[in-house]
């Protein structure tokens, strides 16, 4: 890997990570002994990043501000299901986010995969080995390293999709691109996300 | 080999920005393939990330302000999914919206050898979401898509343009895809079709049966 490109990584990188293992310890401490303080970290550093996710994806501001408050509401109520092996907990509170935003604007809930269900394929090596899990900080750490080394306008087509507009005419709007360039912008990002985390694992 | 999403969907259900159809089709096929259900944890996991991104805007409660209102506020459960009729090679994502199951359904005829049964609510031109089960040998008109069209293979198999579709497979077309699918299994193929738009049908058949498939 070019040198420069990992030097200028490297210091927001560790300042990321640094970040993400504090909101995953508040989570876990939220979550075992209804710690107000970690609550009050984790409140302070996300609950206005959530409401501007909310109003970028095109609620109003009244509606985002009431939303957030029940999303946080919900994190101090259900932090006991945050599993730190399966998820980071930037990654848990965003699944909550959305499907917060999906069941406001429909009346019914978003149907996902059921892990109950017989049908269920699992990755045996992937999902059911201890060894795989352990690493999830390890892959959390990878892939904001991935994130941080896509070029300016990748990052920016995928930051603009998770958290702007409803579909990738709108974003090929915003940035006046046509679509077809959104889209393989996104692939590439996706792509070479995908690679880095794998080259990492088997190194 | 087993067929996947493409990144860009995956993307976009991580988003939360495609129809509930979809979502639901979406889940039948991350029931089955682990790779994909991998790609969509990645997908998750980057949103997450790109929180950190996002300037933090201002929020009229506090902390405290949260604490205190779990203290009167009701638990607000997750919304309820519908029951359905749970039965072997059927996810649940989709058993759950089955009043019975897929042999004793009501199925329409639209042709010989054609059967579908309407899932969606939505009117026709936000796209449709219904079962198909077409006999062995039959072929659908051409017909091209003006956004996006999801299958999910419950059983049976066809082929079209692309190659050839299994059950537990997707087919993950966007606007430029223009198809011809014919089943070439023993049994029915039958599957979960999700648009969000309606279909341009070629030909003259095609035109005369559209109104009665209604994809």
């Keep these: 890997m070019d040198a420069t490109l990992l030097r200028k990584a490297k210091g927001p990188d560790e300042a990321a990570q640094a970040l993400n293992k504090r909101m995953r310890d508040n989570l876990v401490a939220i979550g075992k002994n209804r710690d107000e303080k970690a609550f009050s970290d984790f409140y302070n550093h996300f609950a206005g990043r959530v409401k501007s996710f909310l109003i970028g994806k095109g609620l109003v501001e009244a509606v985002a501000d009431e939303l957030s408050q029940e999303i946080m509401l919900t994190v101090w109520r259900r932090a006991e299901s945050y599993n730190p092996l399966k998820a980071a907990a930037s990654t848990w509170l965003f699944t909550i986010a959305r499907n917060r935003r999906i069941d406001y604007l429909r009346a019914n809930a978003r149907i996902e995969v059921d892990l109950d269900d017989e049908m269920l394929e699992l990755d045996v090596d992937k999902e059911k080995t201890q060894e795989a899990q352990v690493d999830l900080s390890q892959q959390s750490a990878q892939l904001e390293q991935a994130l941080l080394k896509l070029p300016q306008e990748q990052r920016q087509v995928m930051h603009l999709s998770f958290f702007r507009g409803q579909s990738h005419g709108a974003i090929a709007q915003w940035l006046d691109l046509p679509i077809g360039t959104v889209k393989s912008r996104i692939r590439l990002a996706m792509q070479s996300i995908r690679t880095d985390i794998l080259s990492a694992e088997n190194e | ?215």
């Design chain 2, 1 to 215: 080999m087993m067929r996947h999403l493409t990144d860009e969907t995956l993307q976009d259900y991580a988003c939360g920005v495609l129809n509930a159809s979809m979502e639901t089709l979406i889940a039948c096929h991350l029931t089955v393939c682990p790779t994909c259900r991998q790609n969509a944890l990645l997908a998750d996991a980057i949103g997450g990330l790109s929180f950190n991104d996002e300037p933090a805007v201002e929020i009229t409660a506090t902390a405290a302000d949260i604490l205190a209102l779990d203290k009167t506020a009701p638990i607000n459960a997750p919304g309820a999914l519908p029951t359905g009729v749970f039965q072997p090679g059927v996810p649940r994502p989709l058993a759950r919206l089955l009043p019975t199951t897929l042999e004793t359904l009501p199925w329409k005829s639209f042709g010989p050898g054609l059967k579908q049964y309407n899932l969606g609510t939505q009117p026709r031109k936000e796209g449709a979401f219904k079962l198909l089960s077409l006999d062995p040998g039959s072929r659908m008109s051409k017909h091209t898509h003006e956004h996006r069209e999801l299958t999910y293979i419950i059983s049976g198999s066809y082929s079209d343009e692309m190659g050839k579709f299994r059950a537990g497979d997707i087919s993950d077309l966007s606007g430029e895809h223009n198809h011809r699918p014919h089943v070439d299994s023993d049994v029915p193929c039958i599957s979960l079709i999700a648009t969000d738009a309606p279909v341009k049908f070629e030909g003259l058949f095609g035109k005369i049966v559209q109104p009665f498939v209604g994809i």
